[in-house]
């Protein structure tokens, strides 16, 4: 079963830190990944999505990059603010026909003021 | 502006009744999901539907059930044979399959309770 793994599972940073979440996927035939964010109790809001020619998309003080070869995406967030305390959400969209989405356990992420 | 419309928000379902969530999409998008979350199990996939009239099981299919009968709505029906329906359900939509832009859209989720 391909799976999707997020690194670290829980963070704690002050205002203002630059921050990093990782993601790692198992499989290597993913056509899209997309990078969401959860508040509690409520749905999911897309934050960015990189398609499988892309090695890297921005929005704002959000960057997520994607190396396909390795497995692995990362989702840059620059001048943290308490604002964005949420839970990110990696998810790849799988090459087959039917275009699935496997999700991560996510990272819950607090910025303290 | 377009997006998706779940409903109810909360939803109370007694033992042995059937009990049907609304997902209405405006985003002219092809295919819908409907996807269960639980606390820290991350979401599983229940069912799709890529066309009008078709849908697949997804992994945990048992006890639910859908319909497609018009591209903008995908009901989901939590039937008594789903034996552990407590859970926060939320239905997604995408572009074409054909599309480079392929990504997903959700909407607010609805919470199904137990009583």
């Known amino acids: 079963k391909q799976e999707v793994t997020q690194i670290p599972a829980a963070l704690s940073v002050p205002e203002g830190e630059n921050l990093v979440l990782n993601c790692s996927f198992t499989d290597s035939a993913i056509y899209n990944l997309q990078w969401f964010r959860q508040d509690p109790g409520k749905g999911l809001t897309s934050l960015l999505l990189i398609q499988s020619s892309q090695r890297e998309q921005t929005s704002g003080r959000l960057n997520a990059s994607l190396d396909k070869s390795s497995g692995r995406s990362t989702l840059y967030i620059a001048a943290s603010q308490p604002g964005d305390s949420a839970t990110y959400l990696c998810a790849y969209i799988s090459s087959g026909s039917a275009r699935q989405l496997t999700f991560g356990s996510g990272t819950q992420l607090t910025v303290l003021p | 502006d377009g997006g998706i419309t779940q409903s109810p928000k909360y939803l109370f379902r007694k033992e042995g009744q059937n009990v049907t969530l609304s997902c209405e999409q405006n985003l002219n998008h092809d295919a819908m999901y409907w996807y269960r979350q639980d606390p820290g199990q991350g979401l599983r996939l229940i069912y799709y539907?890529?066309?009008?009239?078709?849908?697949q099981k997804g992994d945990i299919a048992e006890g639910y059930s859908v319909s497609r009968e018009k591209k903008e709505s995908f009901p989901l029906t939590v039937t008594s044979a789903q034996k552990n329906p407590t859970a926060f359900y939320l239905c997604?939509?995408?572009?074409?399959?054909?599309?480079?832009?392929?990504?997903?859209?959700f909407g607010s989720g609805t919470r199904l309770t137990v009583v």
């Open positions: 997604a939509s995408s572009i074409g399959t054909g599309r480079a832009n392929y990504g997903y859209t």
């Open positions: 539907s890529q066309i009008v009239n078709d849908f």
